[in-house]
Nanobody, 127 residues
């Protein structure tokens, strides 16, 4: 079992920055692939970035060069540094965890592959 808790959401103007934090707890918290997904009203949940147990990173094309995902294994934290935010980045951001190593074989941006989810944190970007 893994429990996930997001923090760091908020409201910023376009061009601003935010840093999201996902704290994982539970027996398997250090052995999971972790990812950020987001969902805007009326839209499907989409993958933003992932970081696997082998260090493999993945990003959505829309955030490459602006967002950076990282992980602190000692704290079981995952971070998402979001720079140059755009109104299209707004939505609820979810932390997710799934089987460690899976992104070596599977597409990372499929929500169904992730077993555990946080409650989400809101990001608002005003133009």
């Amino acid at each position: 079992q893994v429990q996930l808790q997001e923090s760091g959401g908020g409201s910023v103007q376009a061009g601003g920055s935010l840093r999201l934090i996902c704290t994982a707890s539970g027996n398997s918290a250090s052995n999971v692939c972790m990812a950020w997904f987001r969902q805007a009203p009326g839209k499907e949940r989409e993958g933003v970035a992932s970081i696997d147990t082998d260090g493999r990173l993945n990003y959505a094309d829309s955030v490459k060069g602006r967002f950076t995902v990282s992980r602190d294994a000692a704290k079981n934290n995952m971070y998402l540094q979001m720079n140059d935010l755009k109104p299209d980045d707004a939505g609820t951001y979810y932390c997710a965890a799934g089987p460690g190593g899976m992104t070596q074989w599977l597409s990372w941006n499929r929500p169904g592959l992730f077993n555990y989810w946080g409650q989400g944190t809101q990001v608002v970007v005003s133009s």
